[in-house]
């Protein structure tokens, strides 16, 4: 993964005066999003589409131990999928930043949480009255103690602000600060304080300062919310300074919840953030998830000339839930991992017969702590195992019955599914159609060990996927030509489906197509993100064509994404059609995707073609 930084350094520029309309917030959305395509990322994107199709909250962690200049990027601008609205414009999704090598600290449990009020005026006006205000009064409607003449601290100074954080009667558990932010060092952001001795200068300090100055003497501490009100608070700079941002050094001394401005933070901004924060938290009683979006909200409502909604950072261990909620008292510690949903096993065999089940050898991740029920079968190659095409009608209905196995597991929530098996490839495709959104696990069969799993090498290379397009002048169908493991050929499509009628060719192809080639399931998605995006591109939306036809030499995996991506509502009809050599023609049956998922008896979903020699009547619009 890579990714371009003189370029990205110019947008990154052009963030901090541009507007929410601004095409600058597209090429970064389209950036970030090609930058992490390669990894695990296509399939949590899955999951979230699903999660926030169902109203589920979504939690994503940006983490990295080693490439601070992640931390400084507009992870908030990554799309919720190929077409999806930013992570910064969904309800329900919280975009939290953590640091692996931070170190322990416990926070100390308080029966009364403490609101600390510290402003500094020593860099320029600040809006100290406003912020006031709005934390007056959101303690009041709540009832929440705050002792002006005790937890106002006006113009502050570093050695006072220490000295207030570290009283044991009534320990300050949420510090809020105002002042400016100001470049310290070689491309380091600190604050800017009043100076301690009265009658000196107002004192520049950084992140190493002022953590030797907090918690140098300190093990464990009270503090569980900072909320940084200055400009750069949440800046490492670009390339990222060793000192990293003063938002990250209270992140990893231990805070366990961070608010901070990776941007120039305004005046009116800064207090419309005060007031939705408090009101969210303390009045509402809300997590910090719903408490910054609401921010985030009316911050761009309300100051849309500025990138104020943008620019907020929250820094928070993604095994803390205590992070989300800091003015409740501390949840006790878990002494065993919790469990997860139950995990669905669907084996579907058609071609051939499966003799081995997954286990948690084969895929950890998914079945560490769950309970797996015992598998689903969907046993096909009974009736049209051996090519007896008669039965083929009958046992479409049955596999996407409302009311059958197949999509009463789909419909279930707070499960985890995996699918695996060998179904011929337009049946693999009519179950993903029917799974559609729905996060579905697939694995793949490795010849060589003969088990169901994935390669765990997931940085090896794998051959690019790549596609040729060619455009016909007749016809209103399009031919989807998939070559992974074998070579999808023209004149054998061509048998079933005259090139008179096509208007459009796809072919996705690999240099050398070949059986076992997809062994990663980084690899299996970055494929099916290519293939979903060209067809979404090139047939989405457009009423000069009616149908979609694929010929798919792809294995299992490959096949029930491809049913995914042609559930896209803006998509014709669309066939699936089924190869063997032995056949005349090759492609004997094909599937019509949205007859088979209608279920109505009077629509036949399969079209079986007769030997050339008979002639041909099919017609497919």
């Not at 996705?508 to 993100?529: C, I, K, T």
Request: aromatic letters at 8%; one cysteine or more.
């Amino acid at each position: 993964m890579e990714l371009r930084w003189p370029k990205l350094r110019e947008e990154l520029r052009a963030l901090l005066r541009a507007t929410p309309e601004s095409r600058n917030f597209k090429r970064l959305s389209e950036a970030l999003r090609g930058f992490i395509q390669p990894a695990e990322w296509l399939r949590a994107e899955d999951k979230i589409q699903y999660a926030l199709k169902s109203r589920q909250p979504v939690h994503i962690t940006v983490c990295s131990n080693n490439a601070d200049e992640l931390y400084y990027l507009p992870w908030e601008l990554l799309p919720t999928g190929f077409k999806g609205p930013p992570l910064v414009g969904v309800e329900n999704c919280l975009l939290r930043y953590e640091c692996k090598d931070r170190p322990v600290r416990k926070p100390v449990a308080s029966t009364q949480g403490r609101i600390l009020f510290a402003w500094s005026d020593a860099g320029g006006g600040v809006p100290m009255d406003g912020h006031l205000d709005e934390i007056r009064a959101a303690c009041a409607a709540a009832q929440f103690p705050f002792i002006e003449e005790e937890d106002v601290l006006e113009r502050v100074s570093p050695r006072r602000l220490a000295e207030k954080l570290s009283e044991t009667a009534r320990p300050v558990t949420a510090l809020h600060l105002l002042c400016h932010g100001s470049k310290v060092d070689d491309g380091a952001y600190g604050l800017v304080f009043d100076p301690s001795e009265e009658g000196g200068e107002p004192e520049r300090v950084d992140q190493w300062q002022l953590a030797s100055l907090l918690f140098s003497s300190r093990h464990d501490s009270p503090l569980r919310l900072v909320t940084l009100c200055a400009c750069q608070g949440g800046d490492s700079g670009m390339p990222a300074h060793p000192l990293g941002s003063i938002a990250r050094m209270f992140h990893v001394q231990g805070v366990p919840a961070v608010i901070a401005s990776r941007m120039p933070l305004t005046c009116a901004g800064s207090t419309t953030l005060t007031k939705a924060l408090y009101q969210s938290l303390l009045v509402q009683q809300e997590d910090l998830c719903t408490a910054l979006s609401s921010a985030r909200k009316k911050l761009q409502r309300e100051h849309s000339s500025s990138s104020d909604w943008l620019s907020l950072q929250f820094y928070a261990p993604a095994d803390s839930p205590a992070a989300l909620t800091p003015f409740s008292a501390l949840p006790a510690i878990p002494t065993t991992p919790a469990a997860r949903g139950d995990l669905v096993l669907i084996c579907h065999e058609s071609l051939k017969q499966t003799h081995v089940t997954p286990t948690e050898a084969d895929a950890p991740e998914l079945f560490a702590h769950r309970h797996v029920r015992p598998k689903i079968l969907i046993d096909q190659h009974q009736a049209i195992g051996e090519r007896r095409w008669e039965n083929l009608e009958p046992e479409v209905a049955r596999l996407a019955a409302t009311d059958g196995v197949l999509r009463t597991a789909f419909a279930e929530r707070d499960t985890e599914i995996l699918y695996y098996g060998f179904p011929y490839v337009p049946l693999a495709m009519l179950a993903g159609y029917l799974a559609d959104s729905r996060p579905v696990h697939v694995l793949e069969h490795d010849r060589t060990r003969q088990r169901f799993t994935w390669q765990t090498d997931t940085v090896a290379a794998h051959p690019p996927l790549e596609v040729v397009t060619r455009h016909g002048e007749t016809g209103s169908a399009a031919r989807v030509r998939v070559s992974i493991s074998n070579e999808v050929r023209p004149e054998d499509c061509a048998q079933v489906l005259p090139d008179s009628d096509i208007r459009l060719d796809l072919h996705f192809h690999l240099s050398a197509p070949e059986r076992g080639v997809v062994r990663r399931e980084a690899q299996l998605l970055e494929y099916a993100q290519t293939i979903r995006q060209i067809i979404d591109r090139n047939i989405g939306g457009k009423p000069e064509f009616t149908s979609i036809h694929v010929f798919a030499a792809v294995p299992v995996s490959i096949a029930f994404h491809l049913g995914r991506a042609l559930a896209y509502t803006g998509l014709p009809e669309c066939f699936a059609y089924n190869y063997n050599a032995d056949d005349a023609p090759r492609y004997k049956w094909c599937l019509s995707l949205k007859a088979a998922k209608a279920a109505n008896p009077k629509q036949p979903s399969i079209t079986i073609f007769p030997s050339p020699s008979q002639g041909s009547n099919a017609n497919h619009g």
